[in-house]
């Protein structure tokens, strides 16, 4: 809903390596175990294959390596180098390096090293800011690691990204609050929400199956996520993910917990019934409407197969409902308009 600049990532999967963590919801030692490890040769035949594809585009877009995957800066030395430099020889062809970390593998030396390869960006998995939860899910670091490496960051020069996760052991929707309203005020660039998935093989999985952790649902975490999405918003802070990227395992059907295909989706479509109730609400619900959204948000704003015009009718006794597009209002602005 931005006029921003569309950005291409390259992404670069860089498996658990090095990772000295044992994360309850992680499932990277698995996937390690088979995973391909990228050199410099793989790096370069990625960018030139995106390059291919962008220098026939007819609009400018940004571009960018991403490497993500495990904890890139806790990776060899040897290697991190290696395809760090192989990136950085597009240097004026892309337009940045991104990778994400955890915030215990950051400390000055590295930051050093990321400026010299031409990192631009760097996010931390920051998960949650309550160290309850961060413990019970073994993450094995504390919040105010997550807070000392944001500052690090961004006094060193470069875009901070932060993620958060939701329905972790021990979470509810007060510590997720709490965690944004921290996230917030570490001033990061970008955030991405990721609702928590349990897979087969992890830890949580076990303990879901032991009776030890109620996984959260897909509506406990639309619920709470449409909470979260305003608050990053209202900061001016891009939210570049809610929700997993599919992939075979999520897509097998066989994880518990807050996944659904197109989670983003049904978030961003119950934060505008949010707003339309609330306007609803304040202007005594007349019974013909025309509720008025940002540019490209009638579809948010009418949901997955109608469901948030039907829910209003029937919450509001509403007889007709329009949904039309208006220039003046922007992210999430919604008017309830009597016709
Ligand atoms: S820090 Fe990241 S890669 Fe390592 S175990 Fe935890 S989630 Fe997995």
């Given at each position: 809903?931005?006029?921003?600049?569309?950005?291409?990532?390259i992404?670069?999967?860089?498996?658990?390596l090095?990772?000295?963590?044992?994360?309850?919801?992680?499932?990277?030692?698995?996937?390690t175990m088979?995973?391909?490890?990228?050199?410099?040769?793989?790096?370069?035949?990625?960018?030139?294959?995106?390059?291919?594809?962008?220098?026939?585009?007819?609009?400018?877009?940004?571009?960018?390596?991403?490497?993500?995957?495990?904890?890139?800066?806790?990776?060899?030395?040897?290697?991190?180098?290696?395809?760090?430099?192989?990136?950085?020889?597009?240097?004026?062809?892309?337009?940045?390096?991104?990778?994400?970390?955890?915030?215990?593998?950051?400390?000055?030396?590295?930051?050093?090293?990321?400026?010299?390869?031409?990192?631009?960006?760097?996010?931390?998995?920051?998960?949650?800011?309550?160290?309850?939860?961060?413990?019970?899910?073994?993450r094995?670091?504390?919040?105010?690691?997550?807070?000392?490496?944001?500052?690090?960051?961004?006094?060193g020069?470069?875009?901070?990204?932060?993620?958060?996760?939701?329905?972790l052991?021990?979470?509810?929707?007060?510590?997720?609050?709490?965690?944004a309203?921290?996230?917030?005020?570490?001033?990061?660039?970008?955030?991405?929400?990721?609702?928590?998935?349990?897979?087969?093989?992890?830890?949580?999985?076990?303990?879901?199956?032991?009776?030890?952790?109620?996984?959260?649902?897909?509506?406990?975490?639309?619920?709470?996520?449409?909470?979260?999405?305003?608050?990053?918003?209202?900061?001016?802070?891009?939210?570049?993910?809610?929700?997993?990227?599919?992939?075979e395992?999520?897509?097998?059907?066989?994880?518990?917990?807050?996944?659904?295909?197109?989670?983003?989706?049904?978030?961003?479509?119950?934060?505008?019934?949010?707003?339309?109730?609330r306007?609803?609400?304040?202007?005594?619900?007349?019974?013909?409407?025309e509720?008025?959204?940002?540019?490209?948000?009638?579809?948010?704003?009418t949901?997955?197969?109608?469901?948030?015009?039907?829910?209003?009718?029937?919450?509001?006794?509403?007889?007709?409902?329009?949904?039309?597009?208006?220039?003046?209002?922007?992210?999430?602005?919604?008017?309830?308009?009597?016709?």
């Amino acid at each position: 809903m931005t006029g921003r600049m569309r950005t291409i990532n390259i992404p670069i999967f860089v498996p658990h390596l090095g990772c000295p963590n044992d994360c309850v919801f992680c499932d990277q030692h698995k996937i390690t175990m088979n995973a391909f490890v990228p050199n410099a040769e793989r790096v370069r035949a990625l960018i030139e294959e995106t390059l291919k594809y962008t220098d026939s585009l007819s609009t400018p877009v940004r571009i960018e390596a991403a490497f993500f995957g495990g904890s890139f800066t806790a990776i060899d030395g040897e290697l991190r180098r290696e395809l760090l430099s192989a990136a950085h020889e597009y240097r004026g062809r892309i337009d940045g390096i991104r990778l994400s970390t955890r915030p215990d593998a950051i400390d000055e030396s590295i930051l050093s090293e990321l400026r010299a390869f031409g990192v631009t960006a760097i996010e931390l998995g920051a998960q949650s800011m309550s160290d309850r939860v961060l413990r019970l899910s073994n993450r094995g670091h504390t919040s105010e690691d997550t807070r000392r490496a944001a500052r690090m960051i961004r006094e060193g020069g470069f875009s901070l990204g932060l993620q958060m996760m939701t329905g972790l052991v021990g979470d509810d929707r007060e510590t997720c609050l709490y965690t944004a309203r921290e996230i917030i005020a570490l001033r990061p660039d970008t955030v991405r929400i990721y609702p928590c998935v349990v897979i087969p093989g992890t830890r949580l999985w076990d303990m879901a199956e032991r009776g030890e952790y109620t996984p959260q649902s897909v509506s406990e975490a639309v619920s709470v996520c449409a909470e979260l999405i305003p608050m990053f918003t209202r900061e001016n802070i891009t939210i570049l993910r809610v929700g997993l990227m599919e992939n075979e395992i999520l897509s097998s059907g066989e994880v518990k917990g807050a996944y659904h295909p197109s989670l983003g989706e049904l978030c961003y479509s119950r934060v505008f019934y949010n707003a339309a109730c609330r306007e609803l609400e304040r202007t005594g619900a007349p019974k013909r409407v025309e509720i008025r959204v940002p540019p490209r948000a009638s579809s948010k704003m009418t949901g997955h197969k109608r469901e948030n015009i039907e829910k209003l009718k029937a919450r509001f006794s509403l007889g007709y409902i329009k949904v039309r597009e208006d220039e003046s209002l922007k992210d999430f602005e919604v008017q309830v308009n009597c016709v």
